[in-house]
């Protein structure tokens, strides 16, 4: 056996009843029979296992065959070669990165212990191209040698890869002939299995290469559709929330070892009476900076999810008309008959970089018809939910002077803190009260933001998106300035909960140190929860199965 490397699985595994009898055969292969039961798989056979320097039987170990073997696809495959290779090295994952559908390239990604093997297995050349150096390979069928394509392939060796373990790219032509069977060559090697979704970052969580906020970071890249969700997303994926978080976490951790100290060897006079105030004055800053830091507008969670806008007015006056122009399409049945739409109709835009989910929603009056009622009712009850408000009246039948376009918008029963648009349609019908109409409209304070608009020449719409970018740009916020923002609820949750255990240290603290310090644990623990360093797997569940296959 010199010079033949066995895999641990067989060295380090043996059980009662389980017979292993090594048999060598020069010069590249030693066979293995196996008797007996493992993990209630019975066994009885010979597993061909390439040496000196080996690649583990289905990929699943490291270094070159012997310049005389033949590639491991051509040894012996018993069903529970997979299950004992698994169990020994953890699974290899694989899965398209490039996203499904016929495309000019797709990016296939394994990773885990059988990357190396795969690769080898699919290229047929025992010898790997430098890491992080695309080569062109022809790759094959390992089980039928049937060339699938010729394309680049590239090498990751842990920990110097995303996930940290080993991985390989294979960069192949999109046609989903190709890529099919490329992914059934992959899946029907010992050791491999589809990933699943967000499988491949949370492989990169768990080995330290980025936090919970950088991975929901990237999960946001990801599904970010304007530039200022990109902006966030990218900042935040790089990780200056998690710093943030981290360094308030640190700054927790040496508050509690401090008074801890005090508690434990005060009565020594090993510990001054300065601990403590500097103690209370750490934790009133801690306080003082979360509070900040919540109080942001919900200016992530908006950028994020989209801006709520809601077009809100009496029946007739074109919102189903505005709907259409602002998103370029006829999203929205337009009739001249008063209370054509009965549901809510909602578009996703684009606005100045920033995202608007923008609803059409029933006349607002005192309708008869029930299913009207009903559509009266959801739209009162889109407005109360709204972050924005345009307000849509019909400007050859509203008063041509402030006060009276501040009674006309108070009909609609706006919500008082919500910001509100005042669009005045139909203003390519105004004869002689346009000026006087104009001049009002520029009257500013009390009235919120006006403009005259024409949906059916189009006339206005220019400073209505002058208008709206404005006002998502101040919901918003600049997604490079300042501190980074509050993107997920859960955030939020965890950090209300650690400035409540904040503020009870300060009542707590002159009571009972003990429990004072007990109110900093949980502080940590909820600042833990965000970045991962405390957390269960039902939330690492909730965060990463949102993510696409191959990510």
């Known amino acids: 056996m010199v010079g033949c490397t066995l895999p641990p699985w067989l060295l380090g595994g043996q059980k009662e009843g389980f017979a292993l009898r090594v048999r060598w055969e020069p010069p590249w292969v030693c066979g293995v029979h196996m008797e007996g039961s ?23 170990g490291r270094g070159a065959p012997h310049p005389g073997a033949p590639s491991p696809c051509c040894l012996p495959r018993p069903r529970c070669a997979q299950r004992l290779c698994s169990a020994a090295w953890g699974d290899t994952i694989f899965a398209v990165s490039s996203g499904h559908g016929r495309c000019g390239v797709a990016v296939i990604r394994t990773s885990g212990p059988g990357s190396r093997g795969a690769l080898q297995s699919l290229t047929g050349r025992p010898a790997l191209p430098p890491p992080r150096v695309l080569a062109l390979r022809r790759i094959r069928d390992p089980a039928t040698g049937e060339p699938l394509d010729r394309g680049l392939v590239v090498w990751f060796q842990g920990p110097q890869s995303f996930t940290g373990e080993d991985c390989a790219e294979l960069h192949v032509h ?37 936090d919970l906020t950088a991975a929901e970071g990237l999960g946001d890249l990801i599904r970010a559709e304007t530039e200022a969700q990109r902006r966030q997303a990218l900042r935040q994926m790089e990780g200056e929330l998690g710093r943030l978080y981290q360094h308030w976490s640190d700054a927790l951790t040496q508050a509690l070892a401090h008074l801890e100290a005090y508690i434990d060897f005060s009565e020594d006079d090993n510990v001054e009476e300065e601990v403590l105030s500097q103690v209370d004055a750490t934790v009133r800053a801690l306080e003082q900076e979360i509070g900040s830091h919540l109080q942001d507008g919900r200016r992530g969670e908006l950028l994020r999810g989209g801006v709520r806008a809601v077009i809100a007015g009496p029946p007739n006056v074109g919102k189903s008309s505005l709907l259409n122009l602002l998103c370029q399409r006829p999203a929205a049945i337009v009739s001249p008959v008063a209370g054509t739409t009965r549901d809510v109709v909602e578009v996703a835009l684009n606005v100045g970089g920033y995202p608007l989910v923008l609803s059409d929603t029933a006349g607002l009056r005192d309708a ?12 009162r009850d889109r407005l ?23 009674a006309a918008l108070g009909s609609l029963q706006p919500p008082p803190t919500t910001p ?42 220019d400073h209505l998106l002058v208008l709206l970018a404005r006002e998502l740009a101040r919901l918003c916020g600049d997604p490079l300035s300042g501190s980074p923002s509050l993107t997920q609820s859960r955030h939020s949750l965890h950090l209300r909960q650690c400035a409540v255990a904040l503020a009870r240290y300060g009542r707590e603290r002159r009571s009972d140190l003990g429990l004072a310090a007990e109110r900093l644990r949980l502080a940590r623990r909820h600042l ?11 939330v690492l569940d909730i965060i990463f199965r949102d993510f696409c296959v191959g990510k």
């Not at 046609?175 to 990169?204: D, M, N, Q």
């Not at 008869?368 to 739209?379: H, K, L």
């Open 174 to 210: 999109g046609g989903p002939a190709v890529v099919s069977g490329v992914l059934r060559a992959l899946g029907a090697l010992p050791g491999l299995r589809p990933a699943e979704p967000g499988e491949f970052t949370r492989r990169a969580f768990r080995r330290g290469k980025l």
């Open 528 to 538: 833990g929860s965000i970045t991962g360093h405390v957390s269960t797997e039902d």
């Open 420 to 461: 509100c648009i005042m669009v005045l349609n139909k203003a390519d019908l105004l004869k002689g009260k346009g000026g006087s109409l104009r001049a009002a409209c520029t009257q500013g304070h009390p009235l919120p933001p006006v403009t005259l608009l024409s949906c059916k020449t189009g006339e206005g719409l």
């Open 368 to 379: 008869t018809d029930p299913v009207e009622q009903e559509g009266v009712s959801r739209a």
């Open 384 to 406: 109360q939910e709204a972050d924005l408000v345009l307000a849509v009246l019909d400007a050859t039948a509203v008063p041509t002077e402030p006060v009276g376009l501040g």
């Open 38 to 60: 493992w993990a209630g798989v019975h066994v009885n056979g010979v597993v061909g296992y390439p040496c000196t320097p080996s690649v583990p039987y289905g990929g699943c």
